[in-house]
């Protein structure tokens, strides 16, 4: 069975500031990983994901997650926030050919 | 290259109903994904289809149904509404599954009075 779950509810941060989102996963075998964002009224966009090549992966708008397979953990991290970085995170886990299992949601609010 | 749309983008139906949700597809994709996000969730698969026939189904019961179409375009049907299905139902597609990615819709809003 495959879950994730989302460390935070909610993370705030001020503009110009490192952004930690934290995941935890359970799979019961090699999964794909992946980071979705999600803006007010829009759909899901793909930030990034991890499908068993190298451990760090980077995506969109300067996001970047590390795959720690001895932690399970698929933690999501931005140097520095943005304010239109404001938006819900969803961490991903997949570990068969159809199925996506999302975590509850992490909201991220950015502060001027 | 066009995206997934949906529509509509709002609905209004009454417990007991039956609805219809259209989903076409990004060009070039074969697969079909919906899912359902409640208030404050995160999406909840329901099912997926790949040229033509579903090859995967969430915890949903028999009264979530789907079809996809030869040009790979989708409906999901719901029949008996209940409150609870009150949500943002959320359309993807792939080139064939996981590892490719989905790319979602903006979804289409239900609400069941």
């Known amino acids: 069975a495959q879950s994730v779950t989302q460390l935070d509810s909610h993370v705030s941060v001020s503009e110009g500031t490192p952004v930690l989102l934290r995941c935890n996963y359970s799979?019961?075998?090699?999964?794909?990983l992946f980071w979705y964002v999600q803006h007010p009224n829009k759909g899901l966009q793909l930030l990034l994901k991890?499908?068993?090549?190298?451990?760090l992966v980077k995506g969109i708008n300067g996001f970047e997650a590390e795959f720690k397979k001895s932690e399970t953990s698929f933690h999501l991290t931005k140097p520095s926030a943005h304010m239109s970085d404001a938006a819900e995170y969803f961490c991903?886990?997949?570990?068969?050919?159809?199925?996506?299992?999302f975590g509850a949601g992490t909201t991220v609010t950015v502060r001027a | 290259e066009t995206g997934v749309t949906q529509s509509p983008t709002h609905l209004i139906k009454t417990r007991g109903q039956q609805v219809t949700l259209r989903c076409s597809s990004q060009?070039?994709?074969?697969?079909v994904s919906w899912y359902q996000q409640a208030l404050g969730q995160g999406p909840q698969f329901i099912f997926q289809?790949?040229?033509?026939?579903?090859?995967g189904r969430g915890n949903f019961p028999p009264r979530f149904s789907g079809l996809q179409f030869p040009n790979y375009s989708s409906e999901l049907n719901v029949n008996a509404l209940e409150l609870d299905d009150s949500a943002l139902y959320l359309c993807?597609?792939?080139?064939?599954?996981?590892?490719?990615?989905?790319?979602f819709g903006s979804g289409t809003r239900l609400t069941v009075v």
């Open positions: 993807a597609s792939s080139l064939a599954g996981v590892v490719y990615g989905y790319t």
């Open positions: 799979s019961s075998y090699s999964p794909s």
């Open positions: 060009s070039g994709h074969n697969t």
């Open positions: 289809y790949y040229r033509e026939e579903e090859n």
């Open positions: 991890y499908t068993s090549a190298a451990t």
């Open positions: 991903v886990v997949s570990d068969n050919d159809y199925k996506l299992s």
